[in-house]
């Protein structure tokens, strides 16, 4: 289907790809992964034929039907599924000559073929395709002028989707999709007929959907059966062989140069001494590929406070007066909670971190929380509050007006911008290099919760994996929005599920969720979730979900360390030789406490290990 074939190609002086080769076949899924600024778009653009001549360097199947999303669905007064449907050219041009024909042979043509490409479908097809993607029913005959540039772009990925092309080309298409969209892709992207080429840092989506992976790395692209993780285990196996050879090499070196330098002046070794000057000649280096480094994020840890840190106390949320996005939230977030966010986009989500955050006045009800937590509230927003035209280190002073220059630089080099980067201006920062620079503003101040509000859009794979080491050492709580079902599974402790109007916990886990949506059977009310899970087979679903099985786990430790702390305190009592003749009454108020104490934590360790015996399980 594809073929590149020593691809060379420069932007300015610098080299993007330096006789790069890759071969996709007909039907493969393909993921394309590489760090931030590698040239992966570039790449995209080239196949597309968008940019430079390559000089036939990239070559696809002669006839094949390529699609791509170009940029969102314009704001016009056509309903949304009627640019969708308008996706599909042929379909559109053969619909529009029926409405002319006059000849009846080719009136009989017309018709035939819009019965082979199932033209008489298109409706139902492309309407499933959008309700998949997160459009309602009564979105579908809106016009597109009425919505906001994500969803017009989710109704170009409609598009392109519907038009079923044999070579489909995607540029990290979950970036304006919701947990709901992403596995609802997914799972499209999985049994789709053709050929798929995507760009992705989703990395659950890398490893259910793809079957190949097409690494771009050192200028170079190279081809690896399976998902992402089956790349990763072979890049680290060829790393470790690598490094295995040329310590043999290096040994090898040693060896010969040992013996030259000690035979070279002797005649009767001499002729030896140059054999082994040509074998060392001839040797090639073997080259260990470098790891490219990740500037790690860091959050301090805040301030210890008493739980609990927020608690909304039937509270309505929303805008306007009178008409609340959501009604009767009771929630409550402790110092250790670790909670992700789920339900479709468009219900409420950020509505409800923007509450417990105070950036949103209730509209009634009560939010309680300790006079002295700070929250550090990230969301893609806060992408447009950066100030264009100033620098990287103007925004970092801010934080400490007076602070001198160097310790200014040193913190700015801390949240990842080198002297090379300091005085960049914030305009020319890449989309992940923004998202890094707002997260390390928010987080000197040292936040005890920390609310991100989908902070991985912009980010690669690896600096996703330090968000989430950085999030999980993090000793505050943490409240996170997130399409990307890797980072919230690595996270999240409890999930909070919010739908129809209503915010609550779900206790479920995550992997419960993504089949309930992947089945189509999303929550139409509150009950639903409970409804679709006893639907489900008896053997196919856990008892307890493993989230709450850890819940319990760390309710149980708490609960024997307080008995166990109860029980040293009254031993150390008691151990008064002279309790009971200088106060009787105390004394044998402490054996009862005693008996208490220690039922408790009979209780409790009988708790601990069944919840323990199950999460082995």
């Known amino acids: ?56 360097a990239i070559r696809i199947r002669r006839g094949a039907r390529m699609g791509f999303v ?9 309903p949304l599924l009627d640019l969708v449907l308008a996706a599909d050219e042929e379909m559109t041009a053969l619909m529009a000559e029926a409405e002319i024909a006059t000849d009846p042979q080719r009136i009989a043509d017309i018709h035939m073929r819009l019965a082979e490409i199932d033209a008489y479908s298109a409706e139902a097809r492309a309407s499933a395709i959008m309700i998949g993607l997160g459009f309602e029913q009564d979105d579908l005959t809106r016009p597109a002028r ?16 519907f038009s079923a092309p044999e070579l489909l080309i995607l540029d990290e298409p979950t970036n304006y999709l919701d947990l709901e969209g992403a596995a609802w892709l997914e799972e499209y992207l999985r049994t789709y007929p053709h050929t798929v080429v995507c760009v992705s840092h989703d990395r659950e989506m890398l490893n259910r959907s793809v079957t190949h992976i097409l690494a771009l790395d050192d200028c170079r692209l190279e081809v690896f059966v399976g998902g992402y993780d089956a790349y990763l285990k072979k890049k680290a196996e ?52 470098l790891e490219s480094r990740t500037v790690p994020f860091h959050f301090d840890a805040p301030a210890q406070l008493a739980s609990p840190l927020v608690v909304l106390d039937e509270t309505d949320l929303g ?30 989500k950020t509505t409800l971190v923007k509450s417990i955050a105070a950036r949103l006045p209730l509209l009634s009800g009560k939010r309680v929380a300790s006079g002295k937590a700070v929250m550090g509230y990230f969301s893609q927003d806060q992408l447009d509050e950066l100030r264009e035209g100033e620098t990287v280190l103007e925004h970092v002073r801010d934080l400490e007006p007076d602070w001198a220059p160097p310790k200014l630089r040193s913190l700015a080099a801390r949240m990842g911008f080198g002297a090379e980067k300091i005085d960049t201006k914030v305009q020319n920062l890449s989309g992940g290099e923004k998202v890094r620079l707002l997260l390390g503003l928010l987080a000197h101040s040292k936040p005890h919760v920390l609310i991100l509000d989908e902070p991985t859009s912009h980010l690669d794979i690896d600096s996703r994996e330090a968000l989430i080491h950085a999030i999980n050492e993090y000793e505050g709580a943490v409240l996170l929005i997130t399409h990307d079902i890797y980072l919230a599974e690595a996270c999240a402790d409890r999930l909070w599920l919010v739908y129809h109007g209503r915010a609550r916990q779900y206790d479920g886990d995550l992997e419960d969720y993504r089949k309930l949506v992947a089945a189509a059977d999303r929550p139409k009310d509150d009950d639903a979730p409970k409804r679709a899970e006893s639907t489900a087979p008896a053997e196919a679903k856990p008892k307890s979900s493993k989230y709450t099985l850890q819940r319990k786990l760390e309710t149980a430790e708490k609960e024997m360390e307080q008995a166990q702390a109860a029980l040293a305190r009254i031993d150390a009592a008691l151990a008064n030789p002279n309790l009971f003749t200088e106060d009787r009454a105390r004394g044998e108020s402490l054996l009862k406490e005693r008996t208490h104490a220690a039922t408790a934590l009979a209780r409790a360790e009988a708790s601990w290990l069944e919840a323990s015996e199950a999460l082995e399980g």
């Open 70 to 78: 170009a940029q969102e669905a314009p704001q016009v007064e056509t």
């Open 238 to 289: 060829r790393m470790a062989l690598a490094s295995s050879m040329k310590a043999k090499q290096d040994a090898q070196r040693a060896h010969l140069q040992k013996f030259i330098d000690r035979f070279r002046a002797k005649a009767s070794k001499a002729t030896q001494a140059q054999s082994r000057i040509k074998q060392l000649e001839k040797m090639q280096d073997i080259a260990v590929p």
């Open 319 to 348: 805008y306007v007066e009178g008409k609340p996005v959501l009604k009767q939230v009771s929630l409550r977030l402790d110092h250790d909670d670790r909670i992700v966010v789920i339900g479709p986009n468009g219900q409420g």
């Open 146 to 161: 009425e919505f906001s540039g994500g969803w017009r772009m989710r109704a170009a990925l409609a598009g392109v989707l």
């Open 1 to 56: 289907m594809l073929e590149i074939a020593d691809l060379t190609y420069r932007i300015g002086a610098r080299v993007l790809f330096e006789n790069a080769s890759a071969f996709i076949a007909e039907g493969w899924k393909v993921g394309l992964v590489g760090r931030n600024g590698t040239g992966k778009t570039t790449l995209l653009r080239l196949i597309r034929d968008e940019a430079e001549n390559t000089d036939n």
